[in-house]
């Protein structure tokens, strides 16, 4: 079993990673679909939305090819839903004391999220994190987005760290293929879905929370 200290780096998602807080963006969601009367799509179909930048649901969530326009006005206008719901955003168990034990250790964090910029700064501030991460990576910055390893690897980049030097830390299928594909050790974490969903993904550990990450690298 690999220690922390054999690695350099973490790269953390946002949504659903730092905090459980998908099933708000489930409701914002919800409230969308129901004003434009889209179905809402199957437990399969959701699941592989997880992770993936906006320019990319919404396409699927309508049927047809969006323009520039369209895909901006919608993507708004489901985050302000989502930005109402904020108050309810809190951490993962044991993740201020996994950033601490990070930051006592000179080992430097990154977020790569699929997440708009306009949520990054709210969702920190929320958390109380505003000063953790060395760099931010956005979907919207790299030319493929989550399940490619783009993210991450610009992420790692960022960060003076190889990839197989860090370890990625995810809750979506889409992030976790993200993350294996970069070639960083792969934690999944189990907010959105349970651990017996989440062993299909192939990660090398699942952890229910940051208290259970730092027991498995014997570190609490």
């Given at each position: 079993m690999p220690r922390l200290n054999d690695f350099h780096a973490v790269v953390f998602d946002m949504d659903g990673t730092l905090t459980p807080n998908m099933h708000l963006h489930g409701q914002a969601f919800d409230i969308f679909m129901q004003k434009y009367?889209?179905?809402i799509p199957d437990e399969t179909v959701a699941a592989s939305l997880s992770g993936k930048r906006n320019s990319e649901i919404f396409p699927?969530?309508?049927g047809r090819d969006l323009h520039a326009e369209e895909l901006e006005r919608y993507a708004d206008?489901?985050?302000n839903l989502y930005r109402t719901l904020m108050e309810q955003v809190h951490a993962v168990p044991g993740l201020h004391d996994f950033l601490v034990h990070l930051d006592s250790?000179?080992?430097p964090s990154a977020i790569a999220t699929s997440a708009p910029h306009g949520n990054v700064a709210p969702t920190l501030n929320r958390l109380n994190l505003p000063t953790y991460f060395a760099t931010i990576t956005l979907g919207s910055e790299v030319k493929h987005g989550k399940p490619a390893p783009d993210i991450f690897i610009e992420a790692a980049r960022r960060l003076g760290v190889a990839p197989?030097?860090?370890i990625g830390v995810e809750d979506s299928f889409a992030g976790l293929q993200s993350v294996r594909?970069?070639?960083m050790y792969?934690?999944?974490i189990a907010t959105t879905h349970t651990k017996d969903e989440l062993a299909y993904a192939q990660a090398d550990v699942i952890v229910s929370d940051y208290y259970e990450l730092?027991?498995?690298f014997e570190v609490a």
């Open positions: 009367d889209i179905p699927i969530l309508f206008e489901k985050e250790n000179n080992m197989a030097q860090c594909a970069s070639g792969t934690v999944a730092l027991r498995h």
